[in-house]
Every structure is written in structure tokens, then in C-alpha cells.
């Protein structure tokens, strides 16, 4: 069960508001790279959770947290916003705070949501919970949390690069911090799980007898006229422990030529394909 | 550019048809677990790849291979709709392979594609390309495609499970030895570039004065009615090797209540708002 | 059966074409507030409506005012795209109205739809279909009813602030009448069948003994570090006439840790779940 | 700040497993009368309140409820999945619980998310957050709010009469109960605020001047063959105490008829057009 | 201004009500092959018509036929709900009739909607926006349409197929027969503007000198082991009067490797890219 | 099974980068008129063709041709970006370099992409896959895939209009005129069918019996104060050589009053539905 204390997580100030920036702001929000991503992921993830309990533990708290997040940039967004126009007669409507609205700014923020937050990215798109990874295996889950908060730092960075209002930066270097121990805390579940070496390839449960081997351990090079990358991916031990990798350069196909044949009586097609 | 041989890369047989079957398939193809969204999400990392250009081509060759895999689902999704009911007439078409094709089938297998396979999954949700993740940082990216190959993997080895199909079963077994293969493939890449130590945080080219590091490496416990779950998250050094992990317990809010005032006039709230 | 005479219902004016106004406007034709939301919505509702044949009129009557707004607006917009510029060399592609077009404007407005209305909002993004709420509860569909009109004023009313061409302030003011009156037709619905109080809970139709009337009162403040706010939803008799208002400070919750345990094996899991 | 208890709000039982139920009850959560819409909701209402600060507190503490009510119900599609078939060998995958995951179940309980609750309506439509509605207007969001729960409660009871497990029965009642006190809260602001008169139309900050009064208290009929409907919304004082209404029948066009002459050289169209 | 006249544009009676074809009969209403779509599209076409006055009246009078299809096709899936079961205690709610319902209809004709249409497709995916094709160029419409109308007869003939249900054999055959006909009345539009040489390339106003027209009339045979397929398509003149048709055999890229360098600092990149 | 060349099709130069450029680019990328489309749509097509497979690797063929316009088109938008500010400090990011980057372009470009392209719209709206149009009837995925080719070209024209960089114009009137071969590539397969007049109504397949042709061949007016416009539509012969054309002025409803009576108990529905 949730509840709700009615301070924010960190302070959230703005020194001078600047709509364009509201509407950056609105990709950690909601961007695929963004907060209301990683907190409903992690709780998705946590009601699904089988195993070991200290994990779903962990997922549900980082979820919390999470949604603290949304609540400090949904401030940040309306604190941006104070001042922006909302008639053409107001001194502030002249150029180029005009531009700035219509300009570089999200016209819903004035339209649709009065001056504040709203669920969508940088481009005014509405967040969609196809984006909420959550497979029900641990580890595959973990690797989509690594990438949420990887992505979501790339996020913060580019945005603390951007703005040089410095309440902003404040802020920013949190959520900065933050995604610094999130990527590694779920890292460190799987190597509390044993490490990569016992965890690949995921699932590990996957019987040897449901894999076709002889296809694992190499790299497919189709490009028809480039010799294959050479690296760690074609060299060395795989890092699973199982076998070495290579390359096949020149893919052959293999398999059949996919011909249809004739369409059926009844089934729509044109007299001409039957 | 891009070329195409008219086989298959690897034989797709199907013993006895299913349109069941067909649509579970469908999410191997327009899942987020699917092919067209590493695909994708391979071309579209490669078109954006800044740095050493090995990387550029090994993921424009794996994208390429994944269009393959594209178009062995495809034929498999066609030759488990062959014989598939489409009048009430038909032999075939009473109990109970009308539920068959009505209960656990994709009516729109029937309805709208003529009996061969569409962009969308299991459910009949389409494909869309906002699951194509691609930030232009690479160990972000590399991320990304573990997180998918894994998802992709687990993925098969459920399909493997379901099907008794000998034909499918045989593909399958394919398709979970190539995911095998790239989930090591893109961890690979973080070992070619130094490592995980040397690439967290990711990006690790984020300034450390853009950190708040005091919050970098601590496990916040939201719960308030239950200890931290103890682990390697909250226990040891950091896996970017820079500090020692830890727990703060009982969170306290450390920013203010973020009250918005008065709405202004012109702004379309109620009269009671200003 | 639908029919269409040749003119518009109200006049469209523009005095001076506005690209920038072309794109605000988008949101009262594809936005969640805007017209092609009504018209489906009532639309929908009317083919569902079981019960009183006025009240089926009355939407499908309803439906069809709000197709010749959608027809109204698609004009407003292609006469504030007139004259803006389709080519780099045109007198009027140069500064600013080059900024115009590709700032604050929709630049699909000249790539896609070659200077006319799209059925989109004022980000681009397409309206759809979800947002037809039509339940087959009656009450329930005109309270969606009540707040889409509430939601489409609210726009009209900003549109009109934002803009100062007298054509488009005359045709703003004639919308905002039309939602005044809108808003209260389908509240006069519910006084028509019995007023709130006897179509309160809705749907007043579910059995008391579905429900469990114990929680159905108070109002339960979450707030762990702050009272609960007086006022009307927590003191006085229930609007519905059959308890007190009360509240629940404190949450205490009843349930269960909820544990999966173990996953199962063929699950997809990984070992360490198991 | 959010936080969390780990127990859930109430209590959560199954007595028999029920694969097609846990499909059913996904409408509940990731449905547009689901739980995911309403805390989101509220919350996003809550971060953009402007005026009394009692409502944004209720709107908090609101969005923190509904977030329990999505997890106990994410917890009530699990338990009704325990013992669903995961491969076609298992003594459970004969009919006809092999037809009951294909047939009526969602496979990608199976497939995608381990058996376990995804944000996903009964269709396997993801939620998208465009079913957010707030704008900044007290009054308008209210009546969304008003309209939210009474879909919600209308769904929840279609369930209950669905459903003959004993401990879904006892949980959907008490969903039922919230949802009851939840319609009466949003309608209690109104009141609060000075009740319907004081507040219609919305929003009531719109000056007179700006609108159409003209329009603003006639049915408009246009049906062709038929007599306007009469009822309280043609008949009698206005509910916002203004005007009396009355019926506009036969509608005529004021506007004129929206020809755009030719289309413009360097636009992409047809010679024929020009 | 559109009009609504109180009967039905043709006869639609169900002579024995069918849940599971209220589904399949989804798809002609919310599908991209269906009446929404087309309605949507013929009436933003018409919005945006610049040219020939016929035209624009040609598209809004069948844009307004359209949607008295979708009233009928609405009536004829409430019609195919009537009967079924709403509890789990209806004798009617006995297998099969439950299976019927949860195996092969959607449950949200009972959950959402009370057993009446909604905006969606047979998979209960709603219709979105995105496809409504008008560009304003007519020839390009025209195209468009005729895909459309096309589309439709190939879902109208399945669906006969499928039925033998009289009733809705009667009306599919109605509806059949408008698909008839609105294919060719927009070809007609073609030929009304001087038929295909005229028109094609569409548009046909780009200037010659904006095309490389040495790349404009040969079949580009990307296939590496295949010779290409002979045929009308690189043989004889071109449909436009301009040339002969050719094959380029084994495409030579003419083009540069497409490496992008470094990345720049503050970027968002790792170190190691830059 | 695909393969790929590591040079493009075609050179892509630009003279002088322009992030607003790159995001009117996008359009053909990921809009519903651009590259992704078509080559996902022929690629769909391919794998459900049935009869001639000449056509089936006509449509292979020419989907691997559009993936690579899709990489060109990539390059293009990631050189456009060249040089665009990441950060509030450079040199170029003062004005009005920042007004390019937040008014006219696309903000993901910087936040998300790391300065590359996206498969996305110049919206910034995400290609869903909905738009692959694949009916398996070969006379409809032409009529789908000539109606594509058009919005492309349409497309293609205005942004070399808009343009007036060197480069990017040679680059773009390549595309012009591989779009021209296109349009009549997939019409010369209608003539190798047998022409318009054979393959004339689509399916042709379609059993006069399962049409009511009695409403095959008359334009139907439903303008209630216009005169039908008369043109080829409704004059002459049909096209496909059946019938003569003719006009239905003034539409008489042939069908009933669609009032669908009482609502059941237990349906969910208010009381007085009942």
C-alpha cells in the first residue's frame, strides 16, 4: 500500500522560468527515457516478482521512489511555466516571448493543461505502457532496468548541458546521482544472483536440448563486401564459459525458398492468384 | 544498401498447421520482444553510431540478419494459417475448429491479411517505433540490445515450450541459439570498450561536478514498515569502483511543499482558483 | 442516415492568416477536447443507448451538431494557412514568417495535408478512438458527457484569449456558446431521470449487497505527514442520501504481504527463482 | 514524497484459478476505466492545482489510493493465473485448459509477462496516457474525475455479476464501495466551491463578452424527420440560472459554403487543380 | 451542416444474435479497412479540396454516406450482442455460450461498452487518426481511396463468407455493392481529369528538372540470386508516355560509406566515441 | 535472406546542415508517407503473397530498395544535424541558433538521439505499424501500394521545394524519381493481370450472387440543397464494363428506426434504462 508525505523528495527551484525548458523537461516525464517509464516498470516488475522476496522488496521501493521523481519534475515544469503568456494582450505576449511559446515551447502547456505537467515527452507524446518491460525473469528484467537508467542519465546529462539556470542544475545533478546507483543496483542483483557467467544466456533455464548449439557462438557477418569486425564479440572464450566465439563470414542461406503457392477458393484474393 | 537472396536463412517447417499457433507466433514478429524491433532498433543505433566504426558495422550486419528472422516468422505464421477455415461452408470450418480460428486465434489472420502474417503480436496490437531504442551513446545502446535479445529469448524458449510441433520446435531452437549469441555479442562490446568498471556510470563522459555524488551510491528504502533488503546493492564497493555502497533508511523529504499559488486571470480555471 | 447541406453552420472569417493559429486550432479538431472526440463519442453513445428513445435522440441530434463543428474548424484552419509559404524562394518564406512555418507552426501542415486541416492535435499527434467513452450506463456517459464539454470551453476559451483576429474571436465565441449550452444539456439529462440523488451511486442499478457499504463513506487521507482537509467530502450527509461522510486518517492496511513465491519451472524464469 | 507499506489495502483472495478472469480483470487496471487512468489522474491534477490547497491535497491523497488499488489488483491477475499451463506436455494443458489460454485468456500472460498483470486492458491494449485528462481547471477536472469513477464502478460491477469466486467477490465489492465514496468526492468539490449554479458554465472566468450568448441556451434539432426530443434540457430555467432554454428546430446554415478556390503553384498538388 | 434523418440508410436484421461475429463485425467499423476510416478520410479530403468544386461536393457527399454505414454496421453488432450472458448465474452463461463470449468475441462488448459497437477493430484495437491520407494533392487522394474502398469489399466479401446468417448476408451484400461502385467513382475522377497518362507522375506539377529522370523508369532488381522478374513493369513504354521501361540487374551502390566520426564532447556520449 | 553493402544507394551530400531540415526529413523516414512504411509494407506483402511469384519477388525486391532509402535518409538527417548546440555554453548556441534547435527543430534530436535520426515523423510522432497495408488480395496491396508511392512523391516535391540546399535537392530528386518508376511499377501489375476492367471490383473473385448490384452503380447524393455534380462518376458506361452509371438524388432511408428497446438487468446499466 502506498502513502504519500507532502514535501518533495529534494528541493525543486527554478531562477528564472523558461517555458522552452518546460518542455524539455517533459521527455524525463514522459519519455521512453523518462520516470513515469522506470517507476510503473519496476512496479509491474515487483507484482510479478517470483523468487527470492529481498528482490521484489527492492523493486517496489525503487518504484516509490520513482514516482517521487515524476512529482519533483511535474513541479520543476509548472515552475517553468510561471509568466508564460496566455493572451495576446498581455505585455508578456510581445515577441519574443511569443516565439518562445508558440516557438520553441508546447502550445498544450498554455491549451490543454493550464500551465503545468502533462504525461507526454518533448514532442507532446503521450507516455504508452507498451514501454514497461517486465518479463517475469529476473534477469532479463534487470538488464531492461540498467537500460531504462541508462538511457535516463544520457537524458539528465543532455538536459543539465542545455540549461544554465542554476535551481535547474541543482536538481538535475540529483536525478544525475540517482541514475548513477540505479543502474548499479541492478547490476548488483545479478551478481548477487551469481554473475553474469551463471546468469547468460538468459533464460538460463532454457534446456541445452531446446538449442540448436552449433548457432550460438558466432558472429554472422552479411555484409557482402567488408571482411567481419574483429573484437571481443569473434575472439576469445564466450562469456557465458561455454564454448569460443567465431565469425561466418558469407552467410549461406540455408533454408527454402517461401513460396506460397496458390491462393484458396473463398479466402479474397483475385481470380488471377488461384 | 541492402540485398536480398531468395532463401530462407535457416528451414521453416511446419508438421501440422495451427492457426493457434500463428498468432502466438505473432509475437515473436511485432512484440516488443519481436524481430522488427531489433531490426530496427540495430539500423536505426547504426545510423546514429559516432565513434569506432567496427561498431557501426556490426550493428548494421546483426540488423540485417534480424530482417532475416523477420521473414523466417513470417512464412512459419503462413504455413500454420494453411487450411484455415474461411467460410462457414467448409468442411473445416465446424467444431471445433471454428473456435479454433474464432477462440484462440487472431480473427484478422482471416479478416485482413489473407491468411499470412502481420506487423503486430499476440494480441493484434501493432508494432510501433517508439520501442526503437537508440541514444547515440553506446554503452546505452549495448544496454538496450541485451535487454532486448534477452526479452527476445525468453521470449522463444516459451514459444519452444508451447508448440509440440517437431518442424517448429526445430526453428525455435534456431532462433534461441542466435539470441544466445547476440546477448554475448553486445556485452562484448562493453568489454571491447574497457569494461563495465570503465563504462559506468553510463555516460561516463557526464562531469563529475554535474553530480550530486552524495546521492550516488546509497539505496534509498521507501518501505516504511520493513528493513532494507540486505544485498551487494547496499553492501561493498561500487561497481564503477568509486565508493562504497549504502542504505538510508526512513526516507525524509528534503525539499519543500510544492504549492502552486493563485491561477491567473485569463487562464481558463474557475473563478475559485484565482 | 446522415445528410449534408452545402453551407456551414455558423460563418468562419479569418482577417489575417495565422499558420501559428492554424496548428492551436488543431486541438479543437483532434484533441482530446475538440470536436471529432464529441461527435464519436455521441455518436457512439446514441448506437448503444437502450432505455428512453429521447435520450438516443437527443445524442445522435448532438453527434450530428458536432460533425459541422469538426467542418467548421477544418475551415479555419486552411483560411489561416493561406499564403503561408511552400517554397524556400518565395517573397514570403524569408524572416520572419520562415520561423512562423517551422517554429511555432505545424510543419505537416505543408508536407502532409498541402495546407489544410489533419485530424490532429496541436502537437501532431492523431486523435483516437479510445477516447470515445460510451459505457451503455446512461448516467455514466453523460458525466463523461459533462466533462468533455467542460474540457472543450475551457480550449475555446483559451484559443479565444490567445488570438485577436476579429473572424476567429466571432466564431471562438459562437463554439463557447454552444458548449455553455451543451454542458447543461446532459446535465439536464440526469435531472430529466431523477436528479443526482437518485442516480447516485453510479450505476444505481448494482445491489447493495455487492458492495461493501463499510468503506463506501469516508474519505481516506494517505497523507502520512499531514491531516486530512476538511470540507463537504468528509462532512454532512452523502450526496446520495444514504450515510454520512467520514474520515479514515491513518491508513492501516488489511491485506497481505503479497508473495508469488517460487516461479515454475517451463516458465521462462531464470534457475535462481526457482 | 511517496512511500510504501507492504502490505496491500485490503485483502486479496482467490479461491479458484481463473485464466480468462485474470484477462477480464486487466480492464480494471490498463483499461480506460482502470485504475492506472485514475492515479495518474489525479496525480498530474495534483501537481497542476492552482487556488485552494485542501483540493490539491485531495487530489494526492486520492492518486496515492488508487495506486494500492492498482496493486492489489495486479496481485489478483497473478493468483488467477497460478497452475495456467506453460507447455504443451503438462497434465493441465488438456482441454480444455488449453482452450482456455488460447480461447478466452490473454496468451501474452504467458508469453510476455511470466503470469503475472500487465498495464494492458482486456484486449492486451496497452494503456496510453493521452487518458489523462487535466487542464487546469478545477470544475472541468472534477467532472472527468466524476466521469473516471463512474466507468470505473460500472466496470467493476459487470465484473462482480461476471465472476462466482467468492474472494474476487469480496475484492470487487470493496472496489465498488471506494468507487461509490470516489464519485461523491469530485461531485462534493463542486459543491464545496459553491455547487452547480456558481460553477457553470465551465469555466466560469470566461467574460460574457466573450461568448456567443445568443447560442448558448437552445437544443439545436437536427434530425429531419423527427420532432425534437423534449425534456428538461429544452424546457424551463437554465441550470446556471441565466437564460430559459428552448428549442431551435429545423437548423438552418448561417455560415457560407467553404469553397478554397485554386490550389497554389509550388504546393504539391495536381495541374488540374491550379 | 450535416443532417441526421431517424431511419436507417438500408434494412439490418440479425436473425440469430452472434457475439463472436459482433466481433469479426468490429473490423468494418474501427478497422483501417473500415467505414470510420473512410467517413474520416472523404471528409478531410473535402476539407482540403482546392480545384474543382464537384470534387470537394463529391467527397463530402460520400463522406456523409459513410457514415450512415457506420451506423448500420453499429446497429448490426448490438443486434449480434442481444442474448448474451452478462453473469456467470444466466442459464445462458453455460458453456458453450461462455466460451463463445471469452473465447472468440471480445469482452469488452460486455466489460466496456454494454453490448453495443465501439471505435475499434476485431481485436478491440481502437481506430487512430493516423489514417486518414489527404494531402491535398487529388490525384494522390484519389489513389488513396480507391485503396481504401478496395480494402473494404475484400473485408465485406470475407465476412459473407463467414456468416450464414441471412440477415447479415442481406446487408453485407448491400454493403458490397457501395464498395462496388465507390472504387470506380474515384478512378472516374481520374479519368474526369484526363485519365492516368495526364496525371501520373502524381504530382504531376513537379517540374521535370526537380527528378533525375535517368533514375525514373527501370526495376531495380535487388535480388542477388535471382534474375529479375519480367513483365509489364520493365517492358514496353512507361504509363506516362515518357519512356521505356528497363531493368538495372545487380545493383552497384553509388554512394559513399556513411560514417559519422567522432561524437562531440557534452554530447551524451561515452569517452571512448569521441 | 537479406544482406547488405556497406556504401549507400545513392551519394547524400549537404552543403550547409540545418537541424530544422532534419526534421522536415523525418517525414519521409517515419511518416505514413515514407520509407519505413513502404518497406515494411512490401516486405508484409511479399511474405503473404499468393499466385505469381514473379510478383512476390517484384514486392521482395523492392522492399530491400526502400530499407535502403531508409539508411539514406538516415545519413541525411544525421548530417543535418552537424554542428547543432548540446549545450547552452558553445558559441553556436546563441541566437538564432537556439531559436533553429528549440523553435523549428526537433528537441529529441538533441535529447533523445544524440544528434541522429529517429523513426519517427516530423511531428516527432513514432511510424506505428498499423500502416502496413497487406490485404493478400494482389489487386488491393497494388491499389495500397500506387496510393503510397503518391503521398511519397507528394511528399518528396514539397520538401525539395522547401529546400535550397545543393545537396540535399540532388538527393531528393533521386527520390522523386524512383518514386515516379514506383507508382507505375505496381500499376503495370494491374495491366500484366489483365487491366482495370478485368480486375474491377476488388476481389474480383467476389460472387455476383453476394452483391446486392442493384446499388452497384449509382452515385448517391446526399446533399440536401445541391444537385448531384455530374462527371464521369455518374456518366457513361462503368469501368469495369458491367453497367451504366446513373444518379440517386435525394436518399430515402430504405431501413428501420434502430432503437434497441430496454437495457437487461444485470447489465450494468442505471435503472431507469430498464
Known amino acids: 500500500m502506498f502513502q504519500h508525505s507532502s514535501k518533495l523528495q529534494y528541493p525543486v527551484k527554478v531562477d528564472a522560468p523558461d517555458p522552452q525548458f518546460a518542455m524539455l523537461l517533459q521527455q524525463a516525464i514522459g519519455g521512453v527515457e523518462g520516470e513515469i517509464r522506470v517507476a510503473m516498470q519496476y512496479f509491474f516488475q515487483a507484482m510479478g516478482a517470483r523468487g527470492d522476496d529481498r528482490i521484489r522488496d527492492l523493486l517496489m521501493s525503487t518504484a516509490t521512489e520513482e514516482l517521487s521523481h515524476i512529482e519533483m519534475l511535474g513541479h520543476a515544469v509548472a515552475l517553468n511555466l510561471e509568466g508564460a503568456p496566455v493572451s495576446y494582450q498581455e505585455e508578456s505576449a510581445k515577441d519574443p516571448i511569443i516565439n518562445a511559446i508558440l516557438g520553441g515551447a508546447n502550445p498544450r502547456h498554455l491549451l490543454s493543461s493550464g500551465l503545468s505537467a502533462m504525461p507526454v515527452n518533448a514532442n507532446g507524446v503521450p507516455f504508452d505502457m507498451s514501454h514497461v518491460y517486465a518479463t517475469g525473469n529476473i534477469a532479463a528484467d534487470m538488464m531492461a532496468n540498467v537500460a531504462a537508467e541508462s538511457g535516463g542519465r544520457v537524458l539528465a546529462s543532455r538536459l543539465y548541458n542545455w540549461t544554465d539556470d542554476k535551481g535547474m542544475k541543482d536538481?538535475?545533478?540529483?536525478?544525475?546521482?540517482?541514475?548513477?546507483?540505479?543502474?548499479?543496483?541492478?547490476?548488483?542483483?545479478?551478481e548477487e544472483l551469481g554473475g553474469l557467467e551463471k546468469n547468460l544466456p538468459i533464460p538460463n533455464s532454457t534446456p541445452e536440448a531446446h538449442e540448436a548449439t552449433e548457432h550460438s557462438y558466432y558472429y554472422l557477418n552479411t555484409l557482402t563486401d567488408?571482411?567481419?569486425?574483429?573484437?571481443?564479440?569473434?575472439?576469445?572464450?564466450?562469456?557465458?564459459?561455454?564454448?569460443?566465439?567465431?565469425?561466418?563470414?558469407?552467410?549461406?542461406?540455408e533454408g527454402q525458398e517461401p513460396s506460397l503457392g496458390k491462393a484458396r477458393k473463398g479466402s479474397g484474393a483475385q481470380n488471377e492468384q488461384m
Not at 171 to 190: G, N
Not at 227 to 237: L, M, S
Open 226 to 253: 567488408k571482411k567481419a569486425p574483429e573484437g571481443r564479440w569473434n575472439t576469445g572464450p564466450s562469456l557465458d564459459g561455454r564454448a569460443e566465439y567465431s565469425t561466418r563470414q558469407q552467410p549461406e542461406p
Open 171 to 190: 536538481f538535475l545533478s540529483f536525478l544525475i546521482a540517482r541514475d548513477t546507483y540505479h543502474q548499479q543496483q541492478w547490476l548488483a542483483v545479478i
